[in-house]
């Protein structure tokens, strides 16, 4: 199984920038799809950026042209560049990785956006 941590998470103004980060270890890291999700109080979990094994990505229509995800094979991370960040941005942000028809998570990491 996969361990992830997150890191990058903070209080940031609107219209800022934050970059989160996981780190993963653990058996094989051969991922099918790695990817964030977020959580907002009330809220359920959603998709908010992934990216499939071949290269390709899936943002949500709420964070196209703002958030970009990237991945690091050498290093077993993938990243979540996030701009232009708004309050409704707000949320704990997972990590993701699903791997031989298994999904693993991070503890997540608390982004938090001031108007």
């Known amino acids: 199984q996969v361990q992830l941590v997150e890191s990058g998470g903070g209080l940031v103004q609107a219209g800022g920038s934050l970059r989160l980060s996981c780190a993963a270890s653990?058996?094989?890291?051969?991922?099918?799809?790695m990817g964030w999700y977020r959580q907002a109080p009330g809220k359920q979990r959603e998709l908010v950026a992934r990216?499939?094994?071949?290269?390709?990505?899936n943002y949500a229509d709420f964070v196209k042209g703002r958030f970009t995800i990237s991945r690091d094979n050498a290093k077993n991370t993938v990243s979540l560049q996030m701009n232009s960040l708004k309050p409704e941005d707000t949320a704990v942000y997972y990590c993701?990785?699903?791997?031989?028809?298994?999904?693993?998570w991070g503890k997540g990491t608390l982004v938090t956006v001031s108007s």
């Open positions: 993701n990785v699903f791997q031989f028809g298994l999904n693993s």
């Open positions: 653990g058996s094989t890291f051969r991922a099918d799809a």
């Open positions: 990216i499939i094994s071949g290269g390709s990505t």
